[in-house]
């Protein structure tokens, strides 16, 4: 997408969603919605629209995992890092998935397929270790569950 297809985008959101009481949560889940980020060049329309400062809505869009400045890879890889699946192997199922998809949490692989990002609960605390590919949540994932998760979307060993 091109830069005045997002800024046309970012524009209609903020026309729809300004007048909203505490708009800026709404407006922030609609442009990455619509975009699957939320580009730093709409950061000084949204500030405006809101008559917030710049560091005001960088500081809400990186305080809250959810949103991404850069567009996420093909498959977004969410792994649990609560207590609960801690307590049943999630930092082992941590160290395979790094190794496996060849990236840090937060980063998006070279050839764009996976973006890992780290979640602090999925709701599925007595199934852990948990792990959500894309919208689908996957109970008790082990390194060889996950290799199988890979090898469904056609990744091999």
Same mark, same amino acid.
């Given at each position: 997408?091109? !830069?005045?297809?997002?800024?046309?985008?970012?524009?209609?959101?903020?026309?729809?969603?300004?007048?909203?009481?505490?708009?800026?949560?709404?407006?922030?889940?609609?442009?990455?919605?619509?975009?699957?980020?939320?580009?730093?060049?709409?950061?000084? !329309?949204?500030?405006?629209?809101?008559?917030?400062?710049?560091?005001?809505?960088?500081?809400?869009?990186?305080?809250?995992?959810?949103?991404?400045?850069?567009?996420?890879?093909?498959?977004?890889?969410?792994?649990?890092?609560?207590? !609960?699946?801690?307590?049943?192997?999630?930092?082992?199922?941590?160290?395979?998935v790094k190794q496996r998809l060849g990236i840090?949490?937060?980063?998006?692989?070279?050839?764009?397929?996976?973006?890992?990002?780290?979640?602090?609960?999925?709701?599925?605390? !007595?199934?852990?270790?948990?792990?959500?590919?894309?919208d689908q949540l996957h109970a008790r994932v082990?390194?060889?569950?996950?290799?199988?998760?890979?090898?469904?979307?056609?990744?091999?060993?």
């Open positions: 997408m091109d !830069a005045d297809t997002a800024d046309t985008r970012v524009a209609g959101v903020l026309d729809r969603l300004r007048h909203l009481p505490g708009a800026l949560l709404p407006i922030l889940h609609e442009i990455q919605h619509e975009l699957g980020h939320v580009p730093a060049a709409a950061v000084p !329309a949204i500030a405006a629209a809101l008559n917030l400062s710049r560091a005001e809505v960088h500081g809400v869009i990186s305080f809250y995992h959810h949103f991404r400045i850069a567009p996420a890879g093909a498959h977004v890889v969410q792994l649990c890092r609560a207590e !609960a699946c801690q307590a049943v192997g999630a930092r082992a199922l941590e160290a395979h840090e949490f937060g980063a998006t692989t070279a050839d764009g397929k996976f973006t890992l990002e780290p979640v602090y609960c999925l709701g599925n605390c !007595a199934c852990g270790p948990s792990v959500q590919v894309d082990s390194p060889q569950a996950f290799d199988n998760l890979l090898a469904k979307l056609g990744v091999n060993s």
